[in-house]
């Protein structure tokens, strides 16, 4: 079993920064790829980046170039830098770990944290 734990987020003014971290306990070592997903208020749950454990990326295009996803595995963490915030990129983001290969992980879930960003 993997336990993920995240962090950050809270209220971020728009064109502001936030960083989020997701820290990972239990079978890490089982863990290939991990990522982060959102979900704004009636709207479906989307991925938003995932990284494997050899640091390929993978975005979304609607954050490509603002938003940076990294990974220590020392420290068995994941973080997702968000830049240059906008209003529609409000919502709970969860973090997520994937046994497999899949650029959309989704064997292990965070309980999610929740962005705000004001206009």
């Known amino acids: 079993q993997v336990q993920l734990v995240e962090s950050g987020g809270g209220l971020v003014q728009a064109g502001g920064s936030t960083r989020l971290a997701c820290a990972a306990s239990?079978?890490?070592?089982?863990?290939?790829?991990m990522g982060w997903y959102r979900q704004a208020p009636g709207k479906r749950r989307e991925l938003v980046a995932s990284?494997?454990?050899?640091?390929?990326?993978n975005y979304a295009d609607s954050v490509k170039g603002r938003f940076t996803i990294s990974r220590d595995n020392a420290k068995n963490t994941v973080y997702l830098q968000m830049s240059s915030l906008k209003h529609e990129d409000t919502g709970v983001y969860y973090c997520?770990?994937?046994?497999?290969?899949?650029?959309?992980?989704?064997?292990?879930w965070g309980q999610g944290t929740q962005v705000t960003v004001s206009s």
């Open positions: 990284i494997t454990s050899a640091g390929s990326t």
């Open positions: 997520a770990a994937g046994l497999g290969y899949r650029w959309a992980p989704n064997d292990y």
């Open positions: 239990g079978s890490t070592g089982s863990i290939n790829v």
